[in-house]
T-cell receptor
């Protein structure tokens, strides 16, 4: 089955710097790659996603890139702010009829943005 | 709209006890999911229900059962709790299986002594 590896497990940056989180996946059939942000004591919330027919997607200060050949994708946060501090999860999914919306998550990255 | 709600928020059980975690969504979503979250392991899918009347195993189904009571409600049952089931449990839902945003509940923190 699919396996998703995420690095680093913790990341500390200064406010205004950029942060990059990387994930690799094992199943070349995966074709949907969302990123979730989890604030303390809350459930994860989708922040951006990318599909396999797209190489890059941006939404204001966040962007995701996908390299299908190498089977890795990354989250980029620019001009980080203290409110970006949270745990970030990558995930992968394949859209097969009998798979529903099954997401396989990475291990998570705890991002700390220091003022 | 309340979104996805879960009860209880916290629970402490003794080994061998049983309990049911409740989940409900008011977004008219077809698909619902149960995950567990453990430190350093991300979220792992326990069971999911692609549509009302269907349920399927996820990555870690052993020791759990589920019931899709109706379109709104999806419950998770631990028949005989074990310390290895100490975790934070999240319920999620989305419009339909596949490439759609999953909306998560606030979680249930379960401790099994």
């Amino acid at each position: 089955g699919e396996n998703v590896e995420q690095h680093p497990s913790t990341l500390s940056v200064q406010e205004g710097d950029s942060a990059v989180i990387k994930c690799t996946y094992s199943d070349s059939a995966s074709n949907y790659f969302p990123w979730y942000k989890q604030e303390l004591g809350k459930g994860p919330q989708l922040i951006i996603d990318i599909r396999s027919n797209v190489g890059e997607k941006k939404d204001q200060r966040i962007a995701v890139t996908l390299n299908k050949t190498a089977k890795h994708f990354s989250l980029h946060i620019t001009e980080t702010q203290p409110e970006d501090s949270a745990v970030y999860f990558c995930a992968a999914s394949m859209n097969r009829d009998n798979q529903g919306g099954k997401l396989i998550f990475g291990q998570g990255t705890e991002l700390s943005v220091k003022p | 709209n309340a979104g996805v709600t879960q009860t209880p928020k916290f629970q402490v059980l003794k080994t061998g006890q049983s309990m049911t975690l409740q989940c409900a969504q008011d977004m008219n979503h077809n698909s619902m999911y149960w995950y567990r979250q453990d430190p350093g392991m991300g979220l792992r899918l326990i069971y999911y229900s692609a549509s009302e009347g269907t349920t399927d195993k996820g990555e870690v189904p052993n020791g759990y059962n589920v019931s899709r009571l109706n379109k709104r409600e999806f419950s998770l049952r631990l028949e005989s709790a074990a310390p290895s089931q100490t975790s934070v449990y999240f319920c999620a839902s989305n419009i339909a299986g596949g490439h759609n945003e999953q909306f998560f509940g606030p979680g249930t923190r379960l401790t099994v002594l």
